[in-house]
């Protein structure tokens, strides 16, 4: 079994865990250069709100988005949009990813403005 392969295992395995708690989920996803995040109902059809480091308004403030201040920018835009539409409690999907780095810096950004795992 090849790395991605094992990944996405890991998490199919968790996302079934989180589909049995039905809670919205904070569904994150990274490439080398940068990093996405989206919050995402709980039965998987609608995404409620999304932020990354492709958007314009990241482009102003930091020019790369592969590295772990993107990630924690990301982190509080998504906790703000969030508030916003009145969502204060997630489910914290990683997809597969291990919980390092810039997931990491990412979870701890959205924690830091208001969002609760």
Known sequence: ???????????????ARIKRVGAVRLCINKTPQHIYAQLITPNGS???A???????????????????KAAVVVGKTIAERAKTIGITK???DRSGFKYHGRIKALATGARENGLNF
């Open 90 to 92: 997630v489910a914290f």
């Open 46 to 48: 609608q995404v409620l």
């Open 1 to 15: 079994m090849d790395k991605k392969l094992a990944r996405l295992r890991r998490a199919r395995r968790v996302r």
């Open 50 to 68: 999304s932020a990354s480091s492709l958007e314009k308004e990241f482009k102003q403030m930091m020019s790369y988005g592969g590295n772990v």
